[in-house]
Each structure stands twice: as structure tokens, then as C-alpha cells.
């Protein structure tokens, strides 16, 4: 069973940098993809970042959110420079267990993960 804890969420004022950590158990990321995503209040759960084979980031990311992965562990990251009140959401992570075969197309597409952690907020305040 695929199991994701995210932390590092919290309330911060616009400008601020916030470091999200996500840790799987269950899941070989060395085979399985893992993004990011986040729902902000009265908004859909849109994709941030995916690590499948490559880093892949959604448009409106622009090297503000850069998501990386701890050397040989099933730990992610998600880095949040120059924080906006924009910013304010619950952030999951999320895998993609599926076979490396199967993943083909586009990239981080929500529907295609299926094990998602309980999230955690980010507040910004302007």
C-alpha cells in the first residue's frame, strides 16, 4: 500500500519561501511517478510538478516551484520562492504506480494518479 506524508506547509506573508517535503513508502520511485498539485479555496486541483523519468512542470510554474527529489530516497520536494496570496492552497503529492510502459503521453496529469497524501496548507497573507 502506497502510503504519502506531506509537511512543511504553514502561514507566511507574500515574499516568503516555503520548502514542502513529501515522503512515500509503498512505492519504488525510481519506477513510479510523483507530482505535485494544489487546490486553492473554491478552485480545481490543478498540477504543479511531476518527476517521471524528467523534472516537468505545469506553464504557470516558471521556476518559482522547483520540485526536486533527495538522492536515493522517497523523499520530494517542493520549493515555493516569492510566495503570493495566489499561492494559498492545500499542496498534495500524489503517485503514478502504473508501469514506466503505461505512463505515455502527457505529463502530470491528475486522473492518472491514484495515491494521494492528506496535504497541507499554505496560508499567504499580502
Known amino acids: 500500500q502506497v502510503q504519502l506524508v506531506e509537511s512543511g506547509g504553514g502561514s507566511v506573508q507574500s515574499g516568503g519561501t516555503l520548502q514542502l517535503s513529501c515522503e512515500a513508502s509503498?512505492?519504488?520511485?525510481?519506477?513510479?511517478?510523483i507530482g505535485w498539485f494544489r487546490q486553492g479555496p473554491r478552485k480545481q486541483r490543478e498540477g504543479i510538478s511531476c518527476?517521471?523519468?524528467?523534472?516537468h512542470y505545469a506553464d504557470f510554474v516558471q521556476g518559482r516551484l522547483p520540485m526536486s527529489r533527495a538522492p536515493d530516497q522517497n523523499i520530494v520536494y517542493l520549493q515555493i520562492n516569492n510566495l503570493e496570496p495566489e499561492d494559498t492552497a492545500v499542496y498534495y503529492c500524489?503517485?503514478?504506480?502504473?508501469?514506466?510502459?503505461?505512463?505515455?503521453?502527457?505529463?502530470?496529469?491528475?486522473?492518472?494518479?491514484?495515491?494521494w497524501g492528506q496535504g497541507t496548507q499554505i496560508t499567504v497573507s499580502s
Open positions: 500524489a503517485v503514478d504506480n502504473r508501469p514506466p510502459g503505461l505512463r505515455i503521453g502527457a505529463h502530470c496529469v491528475i486522473r492518472d494518479f491514484d495515491f
Open positions: 518527476i517521471d523519468g524528467g523534472t
Open positions: 509503498g512505492a519504488n520511485l525510481d519506477f513510479a511517478a
